[in-house]
């Protein structure tokens, strides 16, 4: 099983955030069933908690997570959903990225492991949506 990871999860694990060891657990369970991923997006979200590039490959390759481009298939998947998203009248508090991230999980990936979990199963309703346990 290939499980594609939010931020939300990985920012917990790098601030060192209340949610940090229920995070590392749900990554160590993921990867015992697979593969872990992530997107350029998260890769960019990632990036300010680094002082270089270098040190965020680092993490990336010590949790095991692989990057993933995000194909035409799962971009179109996401603008699809972005535009039901907008028809609801949906909150403005969504942005690009969110859909991106769900939309390559969806597409690309057999279920995302998030802290963000209400938004994905309203909106990716066919994704496999996994949560840290608190």
């Known amino acids: ?4 990871v939010d931020s939300s999860v990985l920012f917990d694990i790098v601030k ?4 940090a060891a229920a995070a590392q657990s749900a990554l ?17 979200e990632m ?11 680092d993490f ?6 692989d990057h993933d481009p995000l194909t035409l ?9 972005m535009r039901a998203y907008a028809r609801n009248k949906g909150p403005r508090e969504r942005a ?12 690309q990936a057999n279920a995302l492991l998030t802290s ?8 990716f309703a066919a994704l496999n949506v996994i949560t840290p346990a608190l």
């Not at 990336?60 to 997570?65: D, K, W």
């Not at 799962?74 to 699809?80: D, I, Q, S």
């Open 96 to 107: 690009a990225p969110d859909f991106l991230i769900g939309a390559h999980a969806m597409v």
């Open 1 to 4: 099983m290939k499980t594609a």
């Open 116 to 123: 963000d979990a209400g938004f994905y199963r309203n909106y």
């Open 16 to 19: 060192g955030a209340p949610g």
């Open 28 to 44: 160590e369970a993921a990867l015992a069933h697979g593969g872990l991923c992530v997107c350029a997006v998260v890769v960019a």
């Open 60 to 65: 990336l390759e010590a949790c095991q997570i």
């Open 73 to 81: 298939d799962a971009a179109l998947e996401a603008a699809r959903i």
């Open 47 to 57: 990036g300010r908690y680094f002082s270089n590039e270098q040190d965020l490959r």
